[in-house]
Nanobody, 120 residues
Framework: QVHLVESGGGLVQAGDSLRLSCVASGRTLFATGWFRQAPGKERDFVARIDWGGSVTGYADSVKGRFTISRDDAKKAVFLQMNSLKPEDTAVYYC???????????????WGQGTQVTVSS
């Protein structure tokens, strides 16, 4: 069992940066993904990182602006978000699972989410 806790969200202006953290208790994080869900919309893939941390992937909408990384000694995965846009506003979730995937259904463990709001 893995319990995930996200933090680092907040209210920022367009162009600002935020760094989200996802810390695990219990087992070590496996492949980990970040997803986001805006009001009235489906939960969308944002970024992923494999178990070893050597392979990463991003949604086209965040490529070049967001960076995912992990620190296994801290059982943590981070999402550095730069040049934030109002359309990045959403609840951000981290998820861990055995598959390096963009599909939410492939992840077994989820955090409670952290709100990111970007004002124009």
């Amino acid at each position: 069992q893995v319990h995930l806790v996200e933090s680092g969200g907040g209210l920022v202006q367009a162009g600002d940066s935020l760094r989200l953290s996802c810390v695990a208790s219990g087992r070590t994080l496996f492949a980990t993904g970040w997803f986001r869900q805006a009001p009235g919309k489906e939960r969308d893939f944002v970024a992923r990182i494999d178990w070893g941390g050597s392979v990463t992937g991003y949604a086209d909408s965040v490529k070049g602006r967001f960076t995912i990384s992990r620190d296994d000694a801290k059982k943590a995965v981070f999402l550095q978000m730069n040049s934030l846009k109002p359309e990045d506003t959403a609840v951000y979730y981290c998820a861990s699972g055995s598959r390096y995937s963009t599909a939410a259904n492939d992840y077994n463990f989820w955090g409670q989410g952290t709100q990111v709001t970007v004002s124009s």
